[in-house]
């Protein structure tokens, strides 16, 4: 069962073609670095995925890079983020297109984020989109000075995603002279006259570039056929964005098809110390938290800890927990030693299966799925084999790599410390040593050298860990 969007309620997954799964999902505008709250939305579509793929389907997913045609805006009016970029950066779009699209490739390997079947770059499609925009212009658009716009009025219940005709939304679009009605958007945006943009075409609306709103439409149905069966992304797109998608595709169909079957959108990521929006200069990066010394991964289940559908609150007290969630699995998974049994047949683990499947079942809900996970890692009734089958199975879902990460991986170090771990350790076992020997002065000795360099020992840790980088450690100096 999975909630849908559209109609505002969970609906069995029932796929267009027998046996596989076709999903797109609304990726990045590479402008700029992706921040957090971003990659929320990503690690919630590979979720998905992998959940599709755990239960059979075989999976066609996509996902798109927008490198033209977003405004700075939902407007239909302003400049196209690439090209400001470009010129804030002074290089050319297509470099700063390239450069952000590596990043994020490199954000989405170290969430551990499965390759698609398919990255469509918006600028490889701009042929078809005109050829779309064709089959649609005279039935459903009008030509003005700024460009080709389509008449919402056009199609029936536009904004039903949203739930609203009108409404907050389109105080986010700015008005332009001759639009016909406050909700039609541009399909096609003429170049001004007397101007020339790094990425431009010839079209039979003069040259220009396309909206964004037509590129996922397009490369969706390129990709994935119409109608297809689900279409992610973040939920501050259920407002604009896929309403404005919809449109262009019933428009296109020349019928009440919505063009996916089921629309599912993340919730958003709060910050409460406000750095969450790129145009803030400073804001929260994957990088960020990894040159804090938090392994990637923390982020990927501090995302599974919640309910895609439920507003998630970044802090650093709450990634430090996610953090040492996901190393007590690391170590309970290590216990359980390199070999997998073939089967899974001790009654206790095969429920746990069950209510893990359940749990997935009942519209991701990863949240109760990693209490599952959980149970069968610390499980006493079965061998070590059984639970290390049915833990890695479990994992294919929930993609943690309990069973890849090098337990130093998951030490807190931020990257500019100049620590030597091996003497860190040393120094450990010499204080273990004095305590042993009720030494405590020199145990304490040894406590206060380590706490100097910003290394704080953990008396009594459950996991074993003994120490952990500070964040606010000096830097440059050693143990």
Same mark, same amino acid.
């Given at each position: @069962?999975?909630?849908?969007?559209?109609?505002?309620?969970?609906?069995?997954?029932?796929?267009?073609?027998?046996? #596989?799964?076709?999903?797109?999902?609304?990726?990045?505008?590479?402008?700029?670095?992706?921040?957090?709250?971003?990659?929320?939305?990503?690690?919630?579509?590979?979720?998905? +995925?992998?959940?599709?793929?755990?239960?059979?389907?075989?999976?066609?997913?996509?996902?798109?890079?927008?490198?033209?045609?977003?405004?700075?805006?939902?407007?239909?009016?302003?400049?196209?983020?690439?090209?400001?970029?470009?010129?804030?950066?002074?290089?050319?779009?297509?470099?700063?297109?390239?450069?952000?699209?590596?990043?994020?490739?490199?954000?989405?390997? /170290?969430?551990?984020?499965?390759?698609?079947?398919?990255?469509?770059?918006?600028?490889?499609?701009?042929?078809? *989109?005109? %050829?779309?925009?064709?089959?649609?212009?005279?039935?459903?658009?009008?030509?003005?000075?700024?460009?080709?716009?389509?008449?919402?009025?056009?199609? !029936?219940?536009?904004?039903?995603?949203?739930?609203?005709?009108?409404?907050?939304?389109?105080?986010?679009?700015?008005?332009?002279?001759?639009?016909?009605?406050?909700?039609?958007?541009? $399909?096609?945006? /003429?170049?001004?006259?007397? #101007?020339?943009?790094?990425?431009?075409?010839?079209?039979?609306? +003069?040259?220009?570039? !396309?909206?964004?709103?037509?590129?996922?439409?397009?490369?969706?149905?390129?990709?994935?056929?119409?109608?297809?069966? $689900?279409?992610?992304? +973040?939920?501050?797109?259920?407002?604009?964005?896929?309403?404005?998608?919809?449109?262009?595709?019933?428009?296109?169909?020349?019928?009440?098809?919505?063009?996916?079957? $089921?629309?599912?959108?993340?919730?958003?990521?709060?910050?409460?110390?406000?750095?969450?929006?790129?145009?803030?200069?400073?804001?929260?990066?994957?990088?960020?938290?990894?040159?804090?010394?938090?392994?990637?991964?923390?982020?990927?289940? &501090?995302?599974?800890?919640?309910?895609?559908?439920?507003?998630?609150?970044?802090?650093? !007290?709450?990634?430090?927990?996610?953090?040492?969630?996901?190393?007590?699995?690391?170590?309970? %998974?290590? /216990?359980?030693?390199?070999?997998?049994?073939?089967?899974?047949?001790?009654?206790?683990?095969?429920?746990? @299966?069950?209510?893990?499947?359940?749990?997935?079942?009942?519209?991701?809900?990863?949240?109760?799925?990693?209490?599952?996970?959980?149970?069968?890692?610390? &499980?006493?009734?079965?061998?070590?084999?059984?639970?290390?089958?049915?833990?890695?199975? &479990?994992?294919?879902?929930?993609?943690?790599?309990?069973?890849?990460?090098?337990?130093?991986?998951? /030490?807190?170090?931020?990257?500019?410390?100049?620590?030597?771990?091996?003497?860190?350790?040393? *120094?450990?076992?010499?204080?273990?040593?004095?305590?042993?020997?009720?030494?405590?002065?020199?145990?304490?000795?040894?406590?206060?050298?380590?706490?100097?360099?910003?290394?704080?020992?953990?008396?009594?840790?459950?996991?074993?860990?003994?120490?952990?980088?500070?964040?606010?450690?000096?830097?440059?100096?050693?143990?």
């Amino acid at each position: @069962m999975l909630f849908n969007s559209l109609t505002r309620r969970t609906e069995a997954f029932a796929p267009v073609h027998s046996g #596989e799964a076709r999903v797109y999902t609304c990726g990045p505008t590479v402008y700029a670095y992706q921040h957090i709250g971003n990659m929320r939305a990503y690690v919630f579509a590979d979720t998905l +995925g992998r959940v599709l793929s755990w239960k059979g389907f075989a999976l066609r997913h996509v996902i798109n890079i927008t490198d033209v045609g977003h405004l700075t805006s939902d407007a239909d009016a302003g400049d196209d983020k690439m090209e400001k970029a470009a010129q804030r950066a002074g290089q050319s779009a297509w470099d700063i297109a390239r450069h952000y699209t590596e990043a994020y490739w490199a954000d989405i390997a /170290r969430l551990n984020i499965r390759q698609p079947f398919k990255w469509t770059i918006a600028t490889d499609y701009v042929p078809a *989109m005109i %050829a779309f925009a064709e089959t649609i212009a005279d039935r459903h658009c009008y030509l003005l000075d700024s460009g080709l716009y389509f008449d919402t009025s056009t199609v !029936p219940e536009y904004g039903r995603l949203a739930r609203a005709e009108t409404g907050a939304g389109e105080g986010r679009i700015d008005s332009v002279e001759g639009k016909r009605h406050p909700s039609d958007f541009a $399909i096609w945006r /003429r170049t001004p006259p007397g #101007e020339t943009r790094q990425m431009e075409w010839d079209s039979p609306w +003069g040259r220009g570039a !396309p909206g964004w709103h037509l590129e996922c439409s397009v490369m969706s149905e390129a990709e994935l056929g119409l109608p297809f069966d $689900i279409h992610t992304g +973040g939920i501050d797109h259920r407002e604009i964005h896929h309403p404005n998608e919809i449109a262009q595709n019933q428009a296109r169909c020349a019928s009440h098809d919505s063009g996916a079957r $089921i629309w599912m959108h993340n919730n958003f990521l709060i910050d409460r110390g406000g750095k969450m929006s790129k145009s803030s200069g400073e804001f929260l990066r994957l990088q960020l938290l990894v040159d804090r010394g938090f392994h990637p991964l923390a982020y990927r289940l &501090m995302c599974l800890q919640a309910h895609y559908r439920s507003e998630l609150e970044f802090s650093w !007290p709450s990634l430090a927990a996610a953090l040492t969630r996901l190393k007590r699995m690391v170590m309970a %998974a290590a /216990r359980l030693g390199d070999t997998m049994a073939a089967e899974i047949k001790t009654p206790a683990l095969v429920a746990a @299966m069950a209510a893990f499947d359940a749990a997935l079942s009942d519209d991701l809900n990863t949240p109760l799925a990693l209490t599952q996970l959980e149970a069968v890692l610390t &499980m006493k009734q079965a061998a070590p084999a059984e639970r290390r089958a049915a833990a890695a199975r &479990m994992d294919e879902a929930l993609g943690l790599q309990l069973f890849a990460i090098d337990r130093a991986a998951l /030490r807190v170090r931020p990257a500019d410390a100049a620590i030597d771990e091996a003497r860190i350790d040393a *120094m450990m076992a010499a204080r273990q040593a004095a305590r042993a020997a009720k030494d405590f002065a020199e145990s304490d000795r040894i406590r206060d050298t380590l706490n100097q360099a910003g290394v704080e020992v953990m008396d009594g840790d459950p996991l074993g860990w003994d120490w952990i980088l500070s964040a606010d450690a000096p830097r440059g100096e050693s143990a």
